[in-house]
């Protein structure tokens, strides 16, 4: 039973029809392409209506000239979608082979072959997030064909004002011959990628659509704001003349006041008084920087979801480290919902017809995929990995390469060594442990404090009386036996100061520490009573 398979606009193929790639250039660019109607001069909200009304009727050409202009006119609506866009662009992609038999692996191979070699699949990436601005976004699909072999040559993409929904439903494309009603897609001809903002038509789809009256609105408040500063960026100069003055006194005190507007200088007689009236400095002057600024921020939240990471760096911009970790996380879903939908327009309306061209319609079809996931915090994951192989959990070597992308060593390399905690030789750490408490027993038989600073200033008698009342107290007396039977066992086992102080913090609860308690509480004692006697001694001198 033949299998059915969609193309570019949903339309159900079955597999039993015989299919060859189309070869010819349906939607070739032409010279005249580049003249534009420019509908964004003099916009007004009854023409943005207007616009907006053909489009939702089909004819998608002024809408799709306007929307093209605002990017190009408008630098924080560009920017806001270079952010969205590039942050596609910029990610690695991977392949999924469509099952673990070896017709998988092979057509996987060659789809990521093919990837690799075309020479701009990044411009083909940025060309298909076209669609985030319009609401679609189409490329055609250059073939080339022999009769065993289907390769694209090119993916070149299609000016959205050549797609027209006049007396369809679906897209059409105006060509040479149809440029009014435009031609029904061929199958696997074209790459028809959709951004859905919200339900509805296709036409209807594009962030442009809601971002269109805050650009006029914008746009208002922009050439209001530049005349303000035209006219009253420079103070009114006002020149007073005499009730009985002459013609030539007039006209000579108007070019000198015009002088003054270009020269900063001038000549007058004594007699004539000269007025320089400023603009008085109020909130309302601030309207149009506030009202543009508000248009910003909706434009913002229209593309990226929030506001924070583009405008708290601006005048008035606000803003924790936390709300931007929350709104750095809503632009994280964005560009996560960018990467699965376009992934699925690449695996389904490029790699499906070119396996099925290549292998038959059978033959499975590796998944294209985004490695959109934010980078992993490996220090974390390695100790809860630790955590889980200290608690008995077996986990196999091949695992731990794999999950760390640590390859392992083949037989003929040279292994690793482990890396010593300090530089003391391979001398084991207890030996060492063992050997610092043989020092410090040494020493406080020939008399040298433990506790001594080895570089003192002038000797204090009080703490001489403390460093000689420690170095009488035994080190490895009564008190500490009991700890050290404990420990050392654990202490000659370890590999390095690391494990001592592990064995330390994880037996610590279970230590008899009494008498030691008690030896460290006397010595308490004996200190404060020495520092009780040493202020009386000194507050009666």
Known sequence: MPSILYDALGRPLHTSETFRPDTRELASIRVRDRWSGYPSNGLTPERLARIFLEADGGDMLRQAELFEEMEEKDAHLSSQFQIRKLAVQGLDWELIPGGENPASRETA?????FLEAFPDLDGVVLDLLDALAK??????????????????????????????????????????DEPVRGIELPPFKFVYHRYKARSGHDSRGGILRVCAWMYLFKNYSIKDWVS??????????????????????????????????????GIISKSTEI???????????????????????????????????????????????????????????????????????????????????????????????????????????AETYRILIDCGFDMSQEHMSERFKVPMRKQHEQPLSRRKADDRGS???????????????????KGRPVSRDPNPDE??????????????????????????QTLMPAI????????????????????????LHEMLNQAMFAANV????????????
């Not at 490329?139 to 007396?167: G, M, N």
């Not at 370890?494 to 009494?514: F, K």
């Not at 009780?532 to 001198?541: C, H, P, T, V, Y």
């Open 492 to 515: 000659r086992e370890a590999r390095s100061y690391e494990d001592i102080l592990e064995e330390i913090y994880a037996r610590y609860g279970s230590l008899n520490t009494s008498m």
């Open 459 to 484: 000797p204090e008698p009080g703490q001489e009386f403390l460093d000689a009342l420690a170095d009488s107290m035994p080190l490895r007396g009564a008190p500490l036996d009991a700890v050290f």
């Open 109 to 113: 191979v060659f789809c990521r072959d």
């Open 530 to 541: 020495w520092g009780w006697l040493k202020s009386r001694q000194e507050a009666n001198d």
């Open 275 to 381: 007025q320089f009236i400023e603009a008085q400095k109020s909130s309302s002057l601030n309207i149009y920087e506030s009202l543009a600024r508000f248009c910003d921020a909706q434009t913002s939240k229209a593309i990226l979801g929030q506001t924070l990471t583009s405008e708290a760096g601006g005048p008035g911009g606000s803003g924790s480290y936390a709300l931007g970790r929350v709104h750095g996380d809503v632009r994280q879903d964005l560009t996560e919902a960018d990467c699965i939908a376009l992934a699925k327009t690449i695996t389904r309306q490029i790699l499906t017809p070119l396996v099925g061209f290549n292998f038959g319609w059978d033959a499975p079809v590796p998944l294209f995929r985004f490695l959109f996931e934010p980078p992993e915090n490996l220090k974390l994951t």
């Open 135 to 176: 609401g679609y976004s189409v490329l055609e699909i250059l073939w080339e064909a022999s009769e065993k072999q289907a390769s694209i040559r090119a993916l070149p993409w299609v000016h959205p004002k050549k797609a027209t929904f006049r007396d369809s439903n679906t897209l059409r494309i105006l060509t040479e």
């Open 427 to 445: 001398i084991p750490a207890s030996t060492l442990m063992e050997a610092s408490l043989k020092t410090m027993d040494r020493d406080r038989k």
């Open 228 to 265: 303000f500063a035209e006219v009253c960026g420079m103070p009114l100069r006002v020149g007073k003349y005499e009730p009985g003055a002459s013609k030539a006194d007039k006209e000579a005190l108007i070019q000198a006041i015009r002088s003054l507007g270009t020269d900063a200088a």
